[in-house]
């Protein structure tokens, strides 16, 4: 069910996630598939309606910094100097997760990747559902990933709940995936929207 983004709608996308339902909506780069990160159950169907395999970890939108230990075990002070730089933008960070974390989300890599989001659409829901969201690209895995409501409606059907119409989303990179690798370093994931080069800018952290 295709729902304009509006109050009402954010009202209701988020009560289905508290419900445990899996909804779509825009973020800065294509649409995004989101359901209660803490919810196991609610990730295996989103994993099964994605056809995604299970030893790939799922990315999660938080909707500002204070969201992020609500994941993450620690925050490398590298990481928290790209996120006071680039966030919210198309800036992915992997960060050790908690333990506690349902395996699903972090694939059982023991990391958790975090982004904010500066799509309006995309806050709004997350004000709307006070947590952190997952954010997995909106297609069947390897197939291309949905710029518009009408594309996510295409490829999934009825097995969502709700899809919030934002417009279309800009599509082209996604975020870039920027890891910590310890002794100073990060190291690049997937290469997307922000050039690794200017996250490494004056050497301050050079790649590993």
């Known amino acids: 069910m295709i729902v304009p983004a509006s109050e009402a709608a ?10 445990g339902g899996l909804i779509a909506f825009p973020t800065e780069t294509y649409y995004g598939l ?7 159950k609610a990730l295996r169907r989103l994993f099964a309606v994605k056809r995604r395999a299970e030893n790939k970890p799922v990315l999660v939108l938080v909707q500002d910094q204070t969201q992020v230990p609500l994941l993450a075990a620690e925050m490398p002070d ?6 006071n730089r680039f966030w919210p933008g198309p800036l992915t960070l992997v960060f050790p ?4 974390l349902p395996e699903l989300l972090t694939g059982c890599t023991g990391t958790v990747g975090i982004r904010h989001s500066p799509d ?3 806050a709004k829901l997350l004000a709307a559902f006070g947590g952190p969201v997952t954010a997995t690209s909106a297609n069947r895995s ?17 097995e969502l709940d709700l899809i919030l119409d934002g417009g279309r989303t800009p599509g082209g990179a996604g975020s870039t995936l920027v890891g910590w690798g310890g002794q100073g370093s990060l190291h690049c994931l997937r290469e997307g929207r922000i050039p690794f080069a200017e996250l490494t800018a004056k050497n301050l952290f050079p790649p590993v």
Request: glycine content about 6%; cysteine-free.
């Open 10 to 19: 954010f009202n209701e996308a988020a009560a289905l996630l508290k419900q």
């Open 34 to 40: 989101g359901v209660d990160p803490f919810n196991t």
């Open 78 to 83: 590298a990481l928290r100097l790209l996120m």
């Open 97 to 100: 997760a908690k333990k506690d």
């Open 120 to 122: 309006a659409t995309a």
């Open 142 to 158: 390897g197939e291309a990933a949905a710029v518009t409501a009408a594309e996510v409606a295409a490829a999934f059907g009825n």
